[in-house]
């Protein structure tokens, strides 16, 4: 096993940081790693906000839900999706490419190219001995969030990255059963799926309630079930239509 899968197999999100900022160097460095991941027909549809101000990383981090990590690590990088750029590049070349940038298609599109932007520059950011935790609360308020960042139409704030010293390292989480994820040639029986969810329902609850000195005993299909209860953020649509996306 080389370094590259330890470091990739040893993940765990982390929420408290030293007071240790990244010095330039690290922070271009991981915005270029983040450039070196794969992309969609070479589009590129994203864009990186680094937030260095601590005003606005205190506002990030109450329109989060009050996540302090938010405003407390080394450095917090905002991934978006971004067909602006492609918008003005139209514009230069007299094209017409508003059906391809508001199809579903593209929204697909631009939403993968930043997350696989983004876990590249996680593991290059683990791979130095820093720490990182994604931050989907961001989308609790994202026209605040929008506004701050001065988004213009085309562009949507997906997710947060705190990047930054550890200052804890809490145990590894265990993940779905291999069997779980891993369907070969074909989609599994549910039967079979339903066995591996009980093992890992079982296997999680433990690991909870070791964690938490018997305080928390539910596992992941419990937690899940509970979390997924009510939609969430049930405004995107319309943000997401309003910022002229994911349309047609």
Known sequence: MNDTIK???????????KNEPLNNETVETLVKCAQAASTSSYQQVYSIIGVEDKGMKDKLAALA????????NGYFFV?????????LAAEMTGSDIADTVESTEGFI???ADAALAAQNMAVAAESLGLGIVYIGGIRNNLPEVSELLQCPDHVVPLFGLAVGVPDAQPGLKPRLPFQA??????????????????????ETAAYYSERTGGKRTAGWVSQMMSSMAQPKRTYMKNFISSKRLNNK
């Open 65 to 72: 839900g009050g996540q302090n990590y938010v405003a407390e």
């Open 181 to 202: 994820v891993f369907h070969t040639n074909t989609y599994k029986d549910d039967s079979v799926l339903k066995d591996q969810l009980q093992t890992y329902e079982e």
């Open 79 to 87: 991934f978006c999706l971004d067909y602006h750029r492609h918008m």
């Open 109 to 111: 599109v631009g939403t």
């Open 7 to 17: 470091t990739i197999l040893s993940h765990r999100s982390i929420r408290k940081f």
